[in-house]
């Protein structure tokens, strides 16, 4: 469906998740803390030092004139095979958001905008 209006507000959205005592909730605690022995994966006399001291997440989506930013993201555009007639989209209300991989459609990122009208 061709779009002629399409307006969405300038946004920055981050977050993040130590995922940790999550890990260890499901019973994953040899690699955590003073007893974790890395010696399997650290080429080191002294791997006994090496332990896991938390496992983290972190990802952000900045969309602005210049287009989005996202990791290794891109957007996918598709049209509908009939012909219709164009539409306007203006995202001055809530709206969610998906950034898909070109090939396999697989989803890399998605949020929600809540209040798109207090956007810088």
């Given at each position: 469906?061709?779009?002629w209006?399409?307006?969405?507000?300038?946004?920055?959205?981050?977050?993040?998740?130590?995922?940790?005592?999550?890990?260890?909730?499901?019973?994953?605690?040899?690699?955590?803390?003073?007893?974790g022995?890395?010696?399997?994966?650290?080429?080191?006399?002294?791997?006994?030092?090496?332990?896991?001291?938390?496992?983290?997440?972190?990802?952000?989506?900045?969309?602005?004139?210049?287009?989005?930013?996202?990791?290794?993201?891109?957007?996918?555009?598709?049209?509908?095979?009939?012909?219709?007639?164009?539409?306007?989209?203006?995202?001055?209300?809530?709206?969610?958001?998906?950034?898909l991989?070109?090939?396999?459609?697989?989803?890399?990122?998605?949020?929600?905008?809540?209040?798109?009208?207090?956007?810088?």
């Open positions: 469906m061709p779009v209006n399409f307006r969405i507000p300038k946004f920055k959205i981050s977050t993040g998740i130590d995922f940790s005592e999550i890990l260890k909730n499901l019973g994953l605690v040899l690699p955590f803390g003073v007893t022995d890395l010696s399997e994966m650290v080429d080191s006399l002294e791997y006994r030092k090496y332990y896991v001291s938390h496992i983290a997440r972190k990802c952000f989506v900045e969309v602005n004139e210049d287009g989005t930013e996202a990791a290794a993201a891109s957007g996918v555009v598709t049209e509908l095979q009939c012909a219709r007639q164009p539409i306007d989209f203006v995202a001055d209300h809530p709206f969610l958001f998906l950034i991989e070109d090939r396999s459609g697989v989803v890399l990122f998605m949020g929600h905008f809540l209040n798109p009208l207090l956007a810088g």
